[in-house]
């Protein structure tokens, strides 16, 4: 069974970092690209970040440009998402999401506030 | 970037009614097009990949279609537990976008 689960989400004072994190099982993980998207409260689906199978594509939404960085280590069938310089608008649910027939994490929220 | 141009943005419809949502796309997707329903609270679930694949376990009453840049999500006999946010997404081009979603509720 494919799985997905995100974590590393909480409470983060603006302008601080969070590293998210997501464990895939129950595939293949280095043939797979894999994505992040968020959602704010109340809003719709944002698609914010997407690196290749090999690691060596990756894509930013204008949003998050400079700011996140997207990685993987498929020796651990990990995706991460290293986030810095956070704002307000950057509070949301983080989905970890695969590319092919996609599947998604259950999410892992970010709240940015002081 | 592609841009995806769902609609209605809302619609309010009777248990037992077929309900259509559509989605555009700014340029042609081959048919990379998938569907999810999303209800408060809860991740995004797939119903509809390959634009007219049914997931597994996805009620038969989901149906997928169109080609090109145009796609829609019909849902036969509307039931009580469909009331959700409905998005379409495009994977053919990175960044892989999404529509603006359809709130479905029953009247």
């Known amino acids: 069974e494919v799985e997905l689960k995100e974590s590393g989400g909480g409470l983060v004072q603006p302008g601080g970092s969070l590293r998210l994190s997501c464990v895939a099982s129950g595939f293949t993980f280095n043939s797979y690209d894999m994505n992040w998207v968020r959602q704010a409260p109340g809003r719709g689906l944002e698609y914010i970040s997407y690196i290749s199978n090999s690691g060596e594509t990756t894509y930013y939404a204008d949003s998050v440009q400079g700011r996140f960085t997207i990685s993987r280590d498929n020796a651990q069938n990990s995706l991460f998402l290293q986030m810095n310089s956070l704002r307000a608008e950057d509070t949301g649910v983080y989905y970890c999401t695969r590319d092919g027939l996609p599947y998604w994490g259950q999410g892992t929220l970010v709240t940015v506030s002081s | 970037d592609i841009q995806m141009t769902q609609s209605p943005s809302s619609l309010s419809a009777s248990v037992g009614d077929t309900v259509t949502i559509t989605c555009r796309a700014s340029q042609n997707i081959n048919n990379y097009l998938n569907w999810y329903q999303q209800k408060p609270g809860e991740a995004p679930k797939l119903l509809i990949y390959a634009a007219s694949s049914l997931h597994s376990g996805v009620p038969s009453r989901f149906l997928g279609s169109g080609s090109g840049t145009d796609y829609s999500l019909t849902i036969n006999s509307l039931q009580p537990e469909d009331v959700a946010t409905y998005y379409c997404?495009?994977?053919?081009?990175?960044?892989?976008?999404f529509g603006g979603g359809t709130k479905v509720d029953i009247k």
């Open positions: 997404q495009q994977s053919y081009y990175t960044p892989r976008g």
